[in-house]
């Protein structure tokens, strides 16, 4: 499903029609945010965003999963396997599982670090355990209070912030501010813009610790990319955040395609995106997780074989007070 634009803009009169159920939907959630969890046998980091659609959580999570195996810790990680079929707990194989399996996320996640995909929180904590993790990084959660966290770190994308402002179906909230704010320790702002202005001056009210976080392309895909023209196409959270980010690394995109979140390619699509970058002579390339859902699907194998991938890194500016706060995060 596509995100429709009056969540990012200014609240308009369809917004302000949808403002009643988002007000019931809002007062759900936050009875439900609101839950006594239960408590893991190891510490629980989780990494969640305010908002339907993407924020760079996903390579948040990573980072912090990177860090604390630098700091030998043994982090698993732990998602709902969006997009996947896998009802779960399932440690995920990426030599054998599929996105259609497991989901996209979790493929990736799994290069990071043992990944467990389980839709109950407290199961896949289990099972995390069971594998030998003494932490656990839980890629998205914030609204899920099943599992109690010992740190949780709100996401927010700079160029769109918490859009309109409001709660779903009325805009992009998952549920009202301030009750996720409730929740959170601190926020990680990523990118450059000034959408986030509103969450950070909140989230500075509440005495919560704001990071700034940049996405940073591999260095070897982004030469092999920047090599020819190209025809970019993402079927993510926020694609023009990934055109815009292969435009600030310097590569010459020529044309782009944009898809819904989690999108899954048809054959038909996958011809058309070939056909249309050899009639111009444009080098495809996509997003570390779109290339995950084309990949292992037979329809799809000539597009995953000509698509350029150009991964992204999390890095936070603050390094040594992210450090910090994640170390005293495991010491409860």
């Not at 467990?116 to 998205?140: E, K, N, T, Y």
Request: proline share 6%; aromatic share 4%.
């Amino acid at each position: 499903m596509r995100e429709p634009r009056f969540w990012w803009d200014d609240p308009g009169i369809v917004s302000a029609l949808l403002s009643p159920f988002g007000a019931l939907y809002g007062s759900a959630a936050a009875s439900r945010m609101r839950r006594a969890g239960q408590r893991a046998n190891v510490p629980v980091i989780c990494i969640g965003n305010f908002t339907l659609g993407g924020t760079g959580k996903t390579p948040a999570a990573i980072a912090v999963a990177e860090l604390l195996k630098r700091e030998g810790r043994k982090p698993a990680l732990l998602t709902r396997g969006y997009g996947g079929n896998v009802s779960g707990p399932v440690a995920v194989d990426p030599q054998r599982h599929t996105a259609a399996d497991v989901g996209d996320e979790a493929l990736l996640l799994a290069h990071a670090a043992p990944t467990i995909v389980s839709p109950d929180r407290v199961a896949g904590a289990q099972a995390a355990q069971a594998l030998g993790a003494d932490v656990i990084v839980m890629d998205d959660g914030l609204q899920n209070p099943s599992l109690t966290k010992d740190l949780t770190i709100a996401v927010v994308d700079a160029r769109r912030g918490i859009g309109n402002g409001n709660v779903f179906p009325a805009g992009p909230l998952r549920a009202p501010l301030d009750v996720q704010l409730e929740r959170c320790n601190a926020v990680l702002i990523v990118g450059d813009g000034a959408k986030a202005e509103t969450v950070a001056i909140k989230a500075k009210q509440r005495g919560l610790t704001i990071f700034q976080g940049a996405l940073h392309p591999d260095e070897a895909a982004l030469a092999a990319v920047s090599a020819r023209p190209v025809l970019a196409f993402a079927g993510i959270g926020d694609p023009e955040k990934f055109f815009a980010t292969l435009r600030a690394a310097g590569v010459d995109v020529k044309a782009t395609r944009a898809f819904p979140d989690h999108h899954r390619f048809t054959s038909e699509e996958a011809g058309e995106l070939i056909m249309r970058a050899e009639h111009n002579g444009l080098r495809l390339v996509t997003t570390a997780k779109d290339h995950a859902r084309i990949t292992g699907d037979r329809a799809l194998s000539a597009l995953a074989e000509r698509a350029y991938v150009l991964p992204v890194t999390m890095r936070v500016k603050e390094t040594e007070t992210w450090r910090g706060l994640l170390l005293a995060a495991l010491k409860r």
